[in-house]
């Protein structure tokens, strides 16, 4: 199995622990075949995180492909955060040398953070879904240089009344006009194991939006731990993939060099 969500010591939210050659060893002894870093790149985040140092990032990531050539094979990507305003910014970002996987994600809407719940200040837990929504399907229409959307239902995390607000039927018309957009562009999704982790009901996403998107044609999915610290690598692997093999999903997909690569699910 591969990895193809985490991040290490250069994300700012990272346990200590998440140093990149502790990310190696941990996911070694996990028995990973693959793992691909994806640190944060989050332009005008507004608790002014800062900005990637892509060039250390890159030699560091380097460094351990060469120390564990043939023990497991190692990516470089990053995580861009979308936002409407920052798309030149994130295609300089995107065409830096080197880059295997890049995943496309929201972190903030209308400029303010979904981690904290400003995003919803003044806010329906309704409305700010919606926003959210909105904000996705502005970026993914407008900038396509990603490979795969990062957590689409993340939003569901950060809702002042639980998951539980978040309702499926509510807001499928526009997860479908998202889909649509996204296969049309050649680009896929990820299931995101974190949300099992952080106490929801099920992954990222919700089953019926991997239902919704296989059934629209999509077949690029990716499969990501979002891990921040070496102990979570590879959360609930195995239960992934027999979701998506119920699913009818074959294949998931790994990214060398920006393109797919299909590995069959056992």
Do not use: W
Not at 21 to 45: P, R, V, W
Not at 127 to 153: A, P, T, W
Request: hydrophobic share 35%; proline share 3%; glycine share 8%.
């Amino acid at each position: 199995m591969h990895d193809l969500h985490l991040h290490s010591l250069f994300s700012s939210d990272s346990y200590p622990s998440a140093t990149i050659e502790n990310m190696c060893n941990s996911a070694i002894q996990k028995g990973l075949e693959g793992i691909c870093f994806t640190d944060h790149i989050d332009i005008d985040y507004p608790t002014d995180e800062g900005i990637l140092n892509f060039n250390d990032y890159s030699s560091a990531i380097d460094e351990m492909i060469l120390k564990y050539n043939n023990r497991i094979d190692i990516y470089k990507g990053i995580e861009l955060g979308l936002q409407p305003h920052i798309f030149e910014e994130n295609s300089a970002f995107s065409a830096k040398p080197g880059i295997d996987f890049i995943i496309g994600s929201i972190h903030v809407v209308n400029k303010k953070e979904l981690y904290k719940g400003d995003f919803l200040q003044g806010k329906s837990d309704e409305d700010g879904v919606l926003s959210y929504l909105d904000e996705l399907k502005k970026c993914i229409s407008s900038f396509s240089n990603f490979d795969s959307l990062g957590h689409i239902d993340v939003v569901r995390r950060y809702l002042a009344n639980g998951e539980k607000a978040f309702d499926y039927n509510k807001y499928s018309e526009a997860l479908e006009n998202i889909l649509r957009t996204i296969i049309y562009m050649g680009k896929g999704i990820e299931i995101n194991t974190s949300g099992k982790r952080y106490g929801l009901s099920s992954f990222h996403p919700l089953e019926k939006i991997l239902y919704l998107y296989k059934r629209l044609g999509g077949e690029i999915i990716t499969l990501g731990s979002d891990a921040h610290s070496p102990e979570d690598l590879g959360y609930c692997f195995k239960e992934a993939l027999d979701l998506l093999s119920s699913i009818g999903f074959k294949y998931y997909c790994i990214f060398k060099k920006r393109k797919p690569s299909f590995i069959r699910i056992e």
